[in-house]
C-alpha cells in the first residue's frame, strides 16, 4: 500500500503486506504506469495476468495498494513498471 509519494523527487514509499517498515523506490522515464480495476466475477488467472490500462505517475496516491517490479541500482530500488490496483466502484475505502 502506498504511504506517501513525492513527484518532485519521482520517488514514493510503500509498506508491503506483513510488514511494518516502509520501502522507497524511485521511478525514471523508462518506468510503466498502469491501472487495473478489480472486476468482480473474473477468474483469478485472467486478473493475474491483466497488465490493466496506461496511466501515469500521478495514480500512485497514498492508500492505493500497488504491484511493482523493480530492479536495485547503484543501492536504489529503481521500478520498472508499476500497477495501481484502483478502487471498486462502490467501494469507500482506498486500494479497493
Same mark, same amino acid.
Given at each position: ?25 524511485? /521511478?525514471?522515464? $523508462?518506468?510503466?504506469? %498502469? ?5 468482480? $466475477?473474473?477468474? /483469478?488467472?485472467? %486478473? &493475474?495476468?491483466? &497488465? +490493466? ?6 495514480? #500512485?496516491? =497514498? !492508500?492505493? +495498494?500497488?504491484? @511493482?517490479?523493480? %530492479?536495485?541500482?547503484? !543501492? %536504489? #530500488?529503481?521500478?520498472? /513498471?508499476?500497477? @495501481?490496483?484502483? =478502487?471498486? =466502484?462502490?467501494?469507500?475505502?482506498? +486500494?479497493?
Amino acid at each position: 500500500v502506498v504511504q506517501a509519494v513525492d513527484y518532485t523527487a519521482k520517488s514514493f514509499t510503500i509498506i508491503r503486506d506483513k510488514e511494518t517498515n516502509a520501502t522507497a523506490f524511485i /521511478w525514471n522515464d $523508462g518506468t510503466s504506469f %498502469r491501472q487495473k480495476s478489480p472486476q468482480p $466475477g473474473t477468474h /483469478w488467472i485472467s %486478473r &493475474l495476468f491483466s &497488465l +490493466g490500462e496506461k496511466t501515469t505517475a500521478a495514480s #500512485l496516491q =497514498p !492508500g492505493r +495498494g500497488v504491484s @511493482v517490479y523493480y %530492479r536495485k541500482e547503484y !543501492g %536504489r #530500488l529503481v521500478t520498472h /513498471w508499476v500497477t @495501481v490496483l484502483m =478502487p471498486a =466502484p462502490n467501494s469507500s475505502k482506498p +486500494g479497493g
